[in-house]
């Protein structure tokens, strides 16, 4: 069993829908991080959060750490968010992070 | 900032050839990190440094590969032989403290013929 755990794989949506990508994990993580890689291959850090919720523009991230599941929505999705979110685990011991396998969002106009 | 700086963007070589990839870390991040990312395995770290010493090489697939840091902006992933399956897209990351953001590089796509 993966340490992070991704779903769902891919995701189309129509521009202006509400977008949920989930994300598991497992003990020994203590803090997740969300990362967008667009098709050119650039990967930007979104949220770094280990308790509560963050927000940035359209994006909210959350963490439950009873429940080891945190949560990336977009709001009014765009065609612009059409990329790959991969869900990280930072993994106290060995001080690095786990990767989730990507979900796929391609946003329709 | 520029961010994190890697060269090349892109670099085609044949089998058995020596490869050699640059990374230079935003400045005063005292963590840099490098990855390989592959279809079929995703995102893996290969190694890290941490004020310039490495700290973690479990990921470094094989012997044929190499990893050095002489200083605070400079770091080498080197792969030599290069075999087709060395083939991936090689991201260098640097972060102020372990856990925090990373800041990723462009990326250096090899291909070994």
């Known amino acids: 069993k993966n340490e992070v755990e991704q779903s769902p794989q891919n995701l189309t949506a129509q521009e202006g829908e509400f977008i949920t990508i989930n994300c598991s994990y497992s003990?020994?993580?203590?803090?997740l991080h969300w990362l967008q890689q667009h098709p050119g291959g650039g990967i930007v850090s979104l949220f770094m959060?280990?308790?509560g919720k963050k927000k940035h523009g359209r994006l909210i991230a959350t963490i439950n750490i009873q429940e080891k599941h945190s949560s990336l929505h977009i709001t009014a999705s765009h065609p612009r968010d059409s990329a790959v979110y991969i869900c990280a685990g930072w993994k106290t011991s060995g001080s690095r992070l786990t990767f989730g396998e990507g979900t796929q969002l391609t946003v329709n106009p | 900032d520029a961010g994190v700086i890697q060269s090349p963007r892109h670099e085609v070589t044949e089998m058995g050839q020596e490869v050699t990839l640059r990374c230079k870390p935003i400045s005063g991040h005292d963590y840099l990190f490098w990855y390989r990312q592959t279809m079929m395995r995703g995102l893996e770290l290969l190694i890290y440094f941490n004020n310039n010493v490495p700290i973690d090489d479990s990921g470094m697939p094989e012997d044929r590969f190499s990893a050095k840091m002489p200083n605070a902006s400079f770091s080498t992933l080197k792969i030599q032989p290069s075999e087709p399956r060395d083939s991936a897209v090689y991201f260098c990351?640097?972060?102020?403290?372990?856990?925090?953001?990373?800041?990723f590089g462009p990326g250096t796509r090899l291909t070994v013929l």
């Open positions: 990351a640097s972060s102020p403290q372990p856990g925090n953001t990373q800041y």
């Open positions: 959060l280990s308790s």
């Open positions: 003990v020994g993580i203590s803090a």
